[in-house]
């Protein structure tokens, strides 16, 4: 699966931002679609993720209340609307999509989208 970001930017506390990611390619067995953020020198951490098959959605504390995955299965197009940011919040946004084959998992990912947010 080939998934390519867009939305980042330069937003101001407390602002929104709109994050999407476009997947084609084999997509018929990607199962979870999900958004993670990383910033240097720590790890890759999920922010939310959502089962395609029902639309239940997780989400980190940190995004809880504030943040909303979606996707839209006609565009094959998983959003993140992220409200009330705060600088905690910049970081490389990824997508990923996690899809499910017989005898292993395939894990693929997009080349991130940044979001900064200033104080």
């Known amino acids: 699966v080939q998934l390519v970001e867009s939305g980042g930017g330069l937003v101001q506390t407390g602002g929104s931002l709109r994050l999407s990611c476009v997947a084609s390619?084999?997509?018929?067995?990607?199962?979870?679609m999900a958004w993670y953020r990383h910033n240097l020198g720590t790890l890759r951490k999920l922010v939310a993720r959502i089962v395609l098959v029902n639309g239940t959605t997780t989400y980190a504390d940190s995004a809880k209340g504030r943040f909303t995955i979606s996707r839209d299965s006609g565009t094959n197009t998983m959003y993140l609307q992220m409200n009330n940011l705060t600088p905690e919040d910049t970081a490389m946004y990824y997508c990923n999509a996690d899809s499910y084959y017989s005898d292993f998992i395939l894990h693929d990912w997009g080349d991130g989208t940044q979001v900064t947010v200033s104080s």
């Open positions: 390619g084999t997509t018929f067995r990607t199962r979870t």
